[in-house]
């Protein structure tokens, strides 16, 4: 049968335990927020390097038609000169640079068609991969919002928390408390039952003192405390 003053230390414990899960709780909220952030970040990489990839293709596009433009004023040039000179050996010599700049005119071309095809896959895979990103990172945003709304109805609760354990320590003496705060400083909870002779904090057997003194056949007025992990004990008979 428990005494008035381990009800009393019961339900100071009980109220301790609410407040510090709530604690913990609110301390684990910023780091889940964080963790969170972290994929947004990640979400938000993974759109700029397709984005830049894009980008790139394009620039590639763009170089190859300014080296087409090139190489097309260089065969007009080569062109007129053709026409204007006299002798058949300078003739000879303008046709094969006209021969080359055209060949070389023609791989540009298979090039500039090849980088236009990688374009609009990449456009394609772009368009596919930003709108189920975004979708991940709207998600993600709404988890976060949820998080934070979750910690300040925490904090309320443990403002609640907070005062309702003040309330369990007024009745609890000033000897007691001391006890019982140094012990949930190593162990919580702090008072525990002991079954079939085993602490139910450390799960070890109790001595032969220890459950005399819970079957009544010590000082009712004192504690009694594991002689294993220093939890305060009561006996239980269920």
């Not at 068609?113 to 895979?125: G, N």
């Not at 006890?179 to 919580?188: E, F, K, P, Q």
């Amino acid at each position: 049968m428990l005494t008035p003053l381990l009800e009393k230390l019961l339900i100071l414990q009980d109220r301790d335990s609410k407040r510090l899960g709530l604690e913990a709780q609110i301390k684990a909220t910023p780091v889940e927020i964080t963790a969170v952030e972290q994929k947004i970040a990640s979400e938000k990489a993974a759109i700029e390097t397709a984005r830049l990839g894009l980008m790139q293709l394009e620039t590639s596009k763009k170089l190859i038609e300014t080296e087409i433009g090139s190489a097309e004023a260089k065969l007009a040039k080569y062109k007129t000169q053709q026409v204007q000179v006299r002798k058949n050996d300078e003739f000879q010599a303008l046709g094969h640079e006209i021969e080359t700049t055209q060949a070389a005119i023609a791989e540009l071309e298979g090039k500039e068609l090849e980088v236009m095809y990688q374009i609009d896959e990449a456009k394609k895979k772009f368009t596919a991969s930003e709108g189920v990103l975004k979708q991940n990172i709207a998600g993600h945003e709404a988890r976060i919002r949820t998080l934070r709304e979750r910690g300040e109805n925490l904090a309320a609760e443990l403002k609640v928390a907070q005062a309702e354990v003040a309330t369990a320590r007024e009745p609890v003496g000033e000897p007691t408390l001391r006890v019982y705060d140094r012990l949930a400083t190593r162990h919580m909870p702090v008072c525990v039952p002991v079954k079939g002779n085993t602490c139910g904090g450390c799960h070890l057997k109790v001595s032969s003192e220890v459950e005399s003194a819970l079957r009544g056949k010590g000082d009712p007025t004192k504690l009694t405390t594991c002689d294993q992990c220093g939890r305060i004990v009561w006996l239980n008979n269920m």
